[in-house]
């Protein structure tokens, strides 16, 4: 029996079953480890891809906010638009299907592709937008080769629809695709690649107020993508609405007045600082910009001489000219230089130093005090009165104003002007400031720097009696059901730097501009609404000492630009103007005017409506 049980050949035997037996064993483990890391670690993840084979959550894009004017006119809505897409996972070979669409369409095969590229890596199941708003006729070629066209297909969504062409346009401002750097920094939670985004003027600023929220529906495809059936929907949340604080008649009406002419018109509300009016030329279709704005088309407006991408009335600088004279007037009143008594002649010019300093009337003006010298836009008193005053004083009187800083209005890129100091001088040019400068500040001339916006804020202040508003431009936000969400209110900035004794001098003078018989303005006079205000020049072009010059002979672009600032009604005003007309050269005939037409226009619809709907 032992000798049996040491047999060398059963030993042999047992050896190799044990052997076997082993190997078995771990290809089985083997086995066992890759099905528990497939089934539970990533199970899960696997399940997801299977089910997207069959079943996509495709996401529905909310519409954007409306936006209307004061009256509850529609500015701003949207349409259906015919957005090209394809599901990359489904396409096949897809630069063989892109080339087929690109050819379908007409459209570049590397524009198509680029779109893909631009929306990144991790879009092989999401639907990616190949062309935003095609036309009715590529719709329906594409429509006509659907079935060979794997993974393309056509989405309705709603698009921006800008309702009058070119209207507040800098105002409203447009939209335009948002791009991968922006998506992965997570600001924008509720959109795709592919969506747009506020890119200027009232659509950036209340972006997130605008923008809604997605909603999503889970289909059924099958192996080219296409939809069987629509196993769950949610609906989207469409964007909130505004309300804002400008007149779109009126608006219309200063474009209109604008039209063969560049510049800028503001009105506000002198009681709570609404702008009813934010006009500025030339300017440009914003529905050009939807599903993104032709190369040739962006190239003609970027080398437009008259720059119509720049909002002129916030981000144009111009020196104020003699609209100025009224923040020289104010500090030589409250600094005690001069009073309503004193008085000085103008013959016409002015000596300092061995400089000889011209009025704008070379005949003079004779004895003027400070409200006949507003009147009549004497520069000769002004020079002096600012020389008193010194241009640090002055300075700091013109941002008590609200001169040199950004008013605070909720567009993006305003400009805050320049209010020139001898230190600045010294720190910009490492040279002192020289008295003669000064009496260039004193008339709005020099180194000064203000925008239209800015002097609107200014005029409207000196018409309420003192008080400096924040322009408001959204007056309420509220959902698709008419429910108030958010109301802005009005915003007190600070107040003019005057009593109210030097205000009712300086505010003589404004009056007396329109209603006196000597006054710059007096051609525009109303016969029911008394209107303040001063005009201005602003010059561009600079002549030497001694020389004359017809400025007929100047180019366009170096002729003087034109302003005027006024409110009305005088004695209670419910509207304050700003107008500056590039190379214009007299505030009294260009600029003026077209204050006028709109004063007359908003009073008389204001008397028009019934007052208890106000």
Known sequence: MTEFNKNPDREWIKQR??????????????????????????????????????????????????????NKKLLVDNRPSFNLKIVIEDAGEVKKTVSEVAKLIQVPFQELMDNIAEAGEGAFYTPVTLKDDISRDQLAIVEAHKFDLPGIHIDIEPTRHYIHEKTAAHLLGYLGQINSKELKRDKYPNVRAGDSIGRYGIEKSFEKYLQGKRGGRQIEVDANGRTIKVLKTVEPVAGLDLNLTLDLDLQLAAEKLLEDKDGAVVAIDPNNGDVLVMASNPSFDQNDFIGGISSIKWKALIAD?????????????YPPASTYKIITALAALEEKHIDINFTTFCPGFFKYGNRVYRCWNKNGHGELNVINALVQSCDVFYYQAGDKSGVDTLAQYARGCGLGKKTGIMLENEKKGLVPTSAWKKERFKESWQGGETLSIAIGQGYNLVTPLQMAVFIAAAGNGGTLYRPRIVKTIQDNNGNIVKKIDPDIAGGLPASKETLDIVKEGLLNVVQGERGTARRIRLKNIEIAGKTGTAQVFSIKKGEKMDTSDLEYTLRDHAWFICYAPAENPVIAVSVLIEHGEHGSSTAAPIAGALIEQYTQNLLAKDPLTE
């Open 17 to 70: 079953l044990i052997g076997a037996s082993v190997c078995i064993l771990f290809v089985f483990a083997i086995l066992f480890l890759r099905l528990v890391y497939l089934q539970i670690i990533k199970g899960e993840e696997y399940r997801l891809l299977s089910e997207k084979n069959a079943v996509r959550l495709k996401s529905i894009k909310p519409s954007r906010g409306l936006i209307f004017d004061r």
């Open 305 to 317: 001489p008259g720059k119509p991408m720049i909002n002129k009335a916030i981000q144009a600088e």
